[in-house]
């Protein structure tokens, strides 16, 4: 494995070599893949067919509906619906991309296909602490989203001039989507600078922040009205809000994938509020997502505690125990970190 100084050394104008002579391209995303995860793959996808490579999108599982504007999102493999396919593009792969995920534990039943691909496996990522099992590792945690790095490397390979309305539009929705529109520390004016060049390339970008946000369901709505009414319970002597909703809960109200996004950024948004947990039973687990202001650091809370990961500000993780298990060890946990919440976040 080689680490570097993400994209400044020989390694990413040689991968482009790779990529122009590789047979069997395969780009994959984490489990629950989200705005980042596709659109990092799809902006990649699209943009070596229109430089005409062929590669394979392959998923572990469902994305919200409200991606689904993007172009190529037909064309993708889904492990959970497709497991055979799915296996055997792995299996074939002779160059695999990991994009927006820094451990092979990330990609759920993917798994052992993942790791057991002979393919040269290339990993670009933003999060904390990547786990060593690529033979390329673009890692960097100063980015706001891995579709922020998926442009600084097609700007290495000296393509970005040739994006397209298509790629482009993939990307600025990875890049809006991780950065809370372009409101999360992370942002930087390198973010801004990239937006601008995705503009400038002809995307739709209001149209885009329409389709991903003014997209929601009657009954999604109502979920969320329920979750702040019913279930949202703010500790204010510890700095810390949560709410939880159960398998049956969300099955009340119609719930599909992508129904919650935010609603921890809601109990976050409590005046005073340092720590916010969103705790949902999906179909085998419990998935909790953590999102904090200031110098709480989630991931560590996530990897402590329940072998999740993430970055400082917002982490996740997930647990076999039930539901009501995980959100009183939650609840409980919370005295003790009293004193490291009691903070006035700038
Ligand atoms: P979310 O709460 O939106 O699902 O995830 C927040 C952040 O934490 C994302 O960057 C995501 O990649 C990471 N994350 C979510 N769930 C897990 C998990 O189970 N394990 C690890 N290592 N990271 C996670
Ligand atoms: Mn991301």
């Known amino acids: ?77 889904l492990h959970s619906q497709n497991e ?24 759920g039943a993917m798994q052992y296909s993942l790791e057991n691909s002979k393919a040269f496996k290339v990993m670009v990522d933003h999060h904390q ?19 922020e790095m998926v442009y600084r490397l097609i700007e290495r390979w000296g393509e970005e001039a040739n994006l397209s309305v298509r790629s482009a539009g993939c990307l600025y929705c990875g890049i809006m989507t991780d950065s809370g529109s372009f409101r999360f520390p992370s942002v930087t004016p390198r973010t801004h600078k990239i937006a601008a060049a995705l503009c400038e390339i002809g995307i739709d970008h209001s149209k885009i ?35 939880s909703l ?16 935010g609603l921890v950024n809601q109990a976050l948004s409590v005046e005073g509020v340092n720590f ?23 991931r560590d809370f996530s990897a402590n505690h329940f072998g999740g990961g993430g970055h400082h500000n917002a982490a996740g993780g997930s647990s076999t125990d039930s539901l009501e298990e995980v959100v009183s060890k939650i609840i409980k946990l919370l005295p003790e970190y009293s004193g490291k919440l009691n903070y006035i976040a700038d």
Not at 34 to 52: I, P, Q
Not at 246 to 252: C, F, P, Q, R, T
């Open 129 to 147: 602490q990547p786990v060593d099992f690529v033979d390329l590792m673009f890692s960097d945690e100063s980015s706001c989203s891995t579709a």
């Open 276 to 298: 916010a947990a969103f705790i949902h039973e999906s179909d085998d687990r419990i998935k909790m997502s953590f999102r904090s202001v200031g110098e709480f650091s989630v």
């Open 246 to 261: 159960s398998a049956e809960e969300l099955k009340s109200f119609g719930y599909v994938k992508g129904d919650t996004e």
């Open 1 to 77: 494995m080689e680490t570097m100084d993400v994209f400044e050394s020989n390694s990413a104008i040689e991968l482009r070599k790779r990529l122009s002579e590789a047979q069997n391209i395969v780009l994959t995303g984490h489990r629950s893949p989200d705005g980042d995860a596709v659109g990092s793959c799809l902006a990649l996808w699209n943009h070596l067919k229109e430089n005409g490579i062929e590669s394979k999108v392959v998923l572990p599982d469902e994305f919200p509906g409200f991606l689904n504007w993007m172009n190529g999102v037909d064309s993708i493999v």
């Open 209 to 243: 922040h329409r389709y991903v946000y003014d997209n929601n369901r009657e009954g999604q709505l109502k979920l969320i009205g329920y979750a702040l009414t019913e279930k949202l319970q703010v500790f204010p002597e510890h700095k810390s809000a949560v709410i």
């Open 84 to 107: 055979e396919l799915a296996e055997q593009l792995i299996e074939e792969a002779d160059v695999l991309f990991v994009l927006d995920y820094n451990s092979a534990s990330r990609v």
